[in-house]
């Protein structure tokens, strides 16, 4: 079974259309890539996953499960986390304190977990800095660590490669490697269409609400998603 499915699902906001039956499926470590121009709709439907907005139609069905009405601490707790655009830690606080902060269970075991996650990963940070130290790319990191000390199985991740250098995207893709590898499915919103032949095995094409190109990313040349992201009647050789 999927990790996460959802069909035909459509949305509207003031009697405007933004979702028109959109269809997609993620399993165990696939990298899906989710790439559309501005207001394609990219992010209600993520926000629909996550339960930040309701679905007028469709269904969303997680792992089997059909989720009648989704909410965010019900997103999470099946396992699905959003790693937000631009991270959102207490600067203040230690790294350590920003990844457990309101998560229940045992302080030992948590941080045991942790420990073995970032030895899996094959990642050295110091949980006793302050994150105001941190840069974007290690706030990123620590916004991932919060989601699998979570045991989420479902990443989300919104233009993560947007404040990133060059040698820090190639260590992400390194993170994100490693994570499907444990058999973590991640969700990977993007304008660049390198990124989706470099990091994903499938693609969504998003253009006003509807999926206009689907599949594995090995059946299609970069020429295909420009065609997919373009409006039907624009001659691509003019672009
Ligand atoms: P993307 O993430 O692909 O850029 P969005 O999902 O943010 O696109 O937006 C798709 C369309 O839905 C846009 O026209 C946007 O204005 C509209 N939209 C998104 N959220 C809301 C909202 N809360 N209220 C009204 N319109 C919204
Ligand atoms: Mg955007
Ligand atoms: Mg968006």
Not at 2 to 25: D, H, Q, T, Y
């Amino acid at each position: 079974t999927s990790l996460v499915e959802c069909r035909e699902i459509c949305k509207s906001f003031s009697g405007v259309e933004v979702l028109k039956g959109v269809n997609l499926s993620l399993d165990k470590g696939d990298v899906l890539a989710i790439i559309g121009g501005n207001g394609a709709g990219k992010s209600t439907l993520m926000k629909i996953i996550m339960g930040m907005y309701s679905k007028d139609k469709g269904e969303l069905i997680i792992e089997g499960n059909t989720v009648d009405v989704m909410n965010p601490s019900k997103a999470l707790k099946n396992g699905i986390y959003l790693v937000p655009q631009e991270p959102l830690l207490f600067p203040n606080m230690t790294v350590e304190e920003n990844i457990f902060i309101g998560l229940p269970g045992n302080k030992g075991e948590n941080l045991q977990f942790l420990k073995n996650t970032l030895d899996f990963l094959d990642w050295d940070i110091d949980l006793d800095r302050q994150a105001m130290t941190l840069s974007i790319a290690e706030q990123q990191l620590v916004e991932i660590l919060k989601g699998l000390v979570r045991k989420s199985k479902v990443l989300i991740l919104d233009e993560p490669t947007s404040s990133l250098t060059y040698n820090e995207v190639s260590s992400l893709f390194k993170l994100i490697n490693k994570l499907r590898e444990d058999g973590i499915g991640i969700v990977y919103i993007t304008h660049r269409l390198t990124e989706v032949f470099e990091i994903a095995n499938k693609i969504v094409i998003l253009r006003d609400g509807r999926v206009t190109l689907e599949g594995s990313v090995s059946e299609f040349t970069e020429a295909d998603l420009i065609k997919g992201l373009l409006p039907e009647n624009v001659e691509i050789s003019k672009y």
